[in-house]
């Protein structure tokens, strides 16, 4: 295969920019097999985090042609090698050394959130899709990719009022765990800022572990659409209902009551009427109404053996 044109960045907070490299590509090579090449033959004194190689310890996060990944999970035959590959430290984090970022404001955030506390007199005993449930949380690897394309932290730099995306995730863990006796909302609401989340997706198309995907798309209690195209298919509003928001405001939406079919099941609820540029979301009581669940595991719908009353 043909040598391969790598422009690395070096420096500090201070004082740096991309210095170029040629590395000679074998069949299989991924981004973190360069920046070896590099350190071995070219430029001992590069400095690169990394751990476990296997895409698990998540230490080897930085931007590749201006994304964020895991240098350990980027194959070289997937990137264009007609063209310099530029490999970056994350943009969100001060720049200890060339790809190495000082990345420790994440455990003071982690600091701040209350551990498991079972409740008084807990019987231990959980059903196997509440393990499963809490389990989708606990895949985070902290490569903190998510935390670096939030754009709450990557550009209005609100590090002081915001947790980000990582810790949410760990919250929601916690929240969910049907054993925990603790509340941690007010924390959400008053420190970590949960209200200057607007769902842009960044986390989603960012975790390596697709674990923000799992949130934002099964999150919703209600239905959603545009409310454009509910009128289009001739849905008015039947009537208006309180909701309380992620950041603890409440507002009032219209809603329409609809007759819904997927899966080859049908059921009746209610649809809220959203905003025009907001993404359909099939909430979970219209999945739960017909004995469908979703699989953690493999992040998918599933049928139960039968509906659960309690």
Same mark, same amino acid.
């Given at each position: 295969?043909?040598?391969?044109?790598?422009?690395?960045?070096?420096?500090?907070?201070?004082?740096? @920019?991309?210095?170029?490299?040629?590395?000679?590509?074998?069949?299989?090579?991924?981004?973190?097999?360069?920046?070896?090449?590099?350190?071995? /033959?070219?430029?001992?004194?590069?400095?690169? =985090?990394?751990?476990? !190689?296997?895409? %698990?310890?998540?230490? +080897?996060?930085?931007?590749?042609?201006? /994304?964020?990944?895991?240098?350990?999970?980027?194959?070289?035959?997937?990137?264009?090698?007609?063209e310099p590959i530029t490999v970056q430290p994350m943009k969100s984090f001060? &720049?200890?050394?060339?790809?190495?970022?000082?990345?420790?404001?994440?455990?003071?955030?982690?600091?701040?959130?209350?551990?498991?506390?079972? %409740?008084?007199?807990?019987?231990?005993?959980?059903?196997? =899709?509440? &393990?499963?449930?809490?389990?989708?949380?606990?895949?985070? *690897?902290?490569?903190?990719? +998510?935390?670096?394309?939030? /754009?709450?932290?990557?550009? /209005?730099?609100? %590090?002081?009022?915001?947790? @980000?995306?990582?810790?949410?995730? $760990?919250?929601?863990?916690?929240?969910?765990?049907?054993?925990? @006796?603790?509340?941690?909302?007010?924390?959400?609401?008053?420190?970590?800022?949960?209200?200057?989340?607007?769902?842009?997706? +960044? +986390?989603?198309?960012?975790?390596?572990?697709?674990?923000?995907?799992?949130?934002?798309?099964? @999150?919703?209690?209600?239905?959603?659409?545009?409310?454009?195209?509910? $009128?289009?298919?001739?849905?008015?509003?039947?009537?208006?209902?309180?909701?309380?928001?992620?950041?603890? $405001?409440?507002?009032?939406?219209?809603?329409?009551?609809?007759?819904?079919?997927?899966?080859?099941?049908?059921?009746?609820? $209610?649809? *809220?009427?959203?905003p025009d540029e907001a993404e359909p979301i099939l909430g979970m009581t219209?999945?739960?109404?017909?004995?469908?669940?979703?699989?953690?595991?493999?992040?998918?719908? !599933?049928?139960?053996?039968?509906?659960?009353? !309690?």
């Open positions: 295969m043909p040598d391969a044109t790598f422009k690395v960045f070096r420096g500090d907070i201070n004082n740096g @920019g991309l210095v170029e490299y040629i590395v000679p590509i074998a069949p299989g090579m991924v981004v973190l097999d360069a920046l070896h090449y590099i350190q071995a /033959h070219q430029a001992p004194d590069l400095a690169v =985090r990394w751990n476990c !190689k296997a895409g %698990k310890c998540g230490s +080897c996060s930085a931007e590749v042609n201006g /994304h964020p990944r895991l240098t350990c999970k980027t194959r070289l035959d997937a990137l264009p090698l007609d001060p &720049v200890l050394k060339d790809l190495v970022t000082e990345v420790s404001w994440n455990y003071r955030i982690n600091k701040k959130i209350p551990p498991f506390t079972a %409740k008084p007199n807990v019987e231990w005993k959980m059903d196997q =899709r509440e &393990v499963d449930r809490v389990q989708e949380f606990r895949k985070c *690897i902290e490569c903190f990719l +998510c935390q670096n394309v939030c /754009h709450v932290l990557r550009d /209005h730099d609100k %590090k002081e009022q915001f947790g @980000g995306p990582r810790f949410f995730v $760990r919250i929601a863990g916690l929240e969910m765990h049907p054993l925990d @006796g603790i509340s941690r909302t007010e924390l959400l609401k008053k420190e970590l800022g949960i209200g200057f989340c607007n769902i842009t997706k +960044c +986390c989603t198309e960012a975790c390596p572990e697709d674990i923000a995907d799992f949130l934002v798309d099964t @999150g919703a209690t209600d239905s959603l659409a545009p409310s454009t195209e509910l $009128r289009k298919i001739g849905i008015e509003p039947a009537g208006r209902t309180a909701y309380e928001l992620a950041n603890g $405001r409440v507002e009032e939406y219209s809603f329409g009551l609809v007759e819904i079919s997927f899966m080859g099941e049908v059921t009746a609820g $209610r649809v *809220i009427f959203g219209a999945l739960e109404s017909v004995g469908i669940t979703i699989d953690p595991a493999t992040r998918t719908l !599933k049928r139960l053996p039968a509906i659960p009353l !309690k």
